[in-house]
């Protein structure tokens, strides 16, 4: 379970027949008004939690730091943490950056380095231009990666995420620009988070919120922030910390979990698999001695269908970093022993990298290949959009039974086989 739920207001409407969620973003107001002004702003869709249905995020055009056109689908492969953020910020925002340096460190630290990036994307796509965020990145050591783009695609980025900003004017007097010296001239309203997304890009866990740093900042970081800025930092509100996002993902990647309590199968060794899969008619034969490979991409799976014609076939789709994938695969391993002489399996490895895929498969042997697919990909057969999937196709060619969730257990999945495999 995730270390934490956070509660906030739901406002009714019973005029409307419908639920509010509002979170206030409270700014200052222009010097000589003597008041302050708030803002009722859309609230991220889930918050401190995780999403019950993972959303993939849209495919959206961005910039970073060299000026080169990227997007978010560059970190497909890899957990992805996120946080809104601006360079110009004096209120929140170099303790986002504060907090992310700490979780970097951290990942490094615990080995995730290389499974886990971290990202801040802008909410002020007018300033924060490549060449500002180099220099932000040189003035206070920032070691993940930073993201601009277009004022249109930066708007549809955070619409999709529910993170509100709006151009609003600048105090008086201005706040100072830290990298041209000159007076602000407007300033950006915004609310604040961080958002985990899963190695296919889908948004997988949303705090809302504030980072807590336990009051400790870098100098450079801690001279950005004004007077409320230091009371953020000494008290900051719905607070969420480097720790706790670690902790989050050691959810999701399933590091918590002891290897002895995930598998509820004990699959045949090699020499066992092989011994029941002898004397298997030609077509499954040659999936069998492809058994653990991870082949070529879509147009290869789709030919090893054409082939597979005749045989009812079980697809199966799944990654290395999605835990309940590697808590089903023993399963996998067991049934196309038992019934690989009958029925064809194949894997579609999804939105995985090879490295990370080769090597899982070279830890937990099956007697059947798989292929490198994305979840576009496999709309191609099915309306795939989670792994684990499993998809079964009769003998012409025809899915009769899709499973978008993980075997719990040998049975249910040697019953699925049995009627919608073997028409038992």
Known sequence: MLRRIRRIALIGAAALGALLLLVTLTTRSPAGTGTDS??????PLAVGTALERPRR?????LIGEDGKPTSLAAFHGKWLVLAPTMTLCQEVCPMTT???????SELRR???GHRVAVAEVTVDPW?????????????TGVDFTQLTGTPAEIHRLWKFFGVYFKRVPQEKPPAVDWWTHRPEAFDIQHTDGVFILDPAGQERIVDEGMPDVGGHLSAALRRLLDAEGRENLAHPQTPWSAAEILDDLDWLMDRTVPATSLPNATPPSAAAADSMLAGSPAALAAVHAQAGRLLGGYPELQARLRQLHGYPV???AWASWCPPCR??????ASASAAYGRRVAFLGADTEDSPGNAGAFLAKHPVSYPSYQTSLADLQGIAPVRVTPTTIYVDPAGNVVHIQPSQYESQAALDNDIARYALGQ
Request: overall charge positive.
């Open 314 to 316: 079980v697809i199966n």
């Open 127 to 139: 300033r924060d231009s490549p060449a500002r965020l180099r220099a932000y990145r040189r003035m």
């Open 38 to 43: 708030a803002a009722q702003v859309p609230a």
């Open 327 to 332: 808590a089903e695969f023993p399963l996998l």
């Open 98 to 104: 504060g907090a992310l340096i700490r979780l970097t």
């Open 57 to 61: 995020t849209p495919p959206l055009a």
């Open 110 to 112: 615990a080995g995730l």
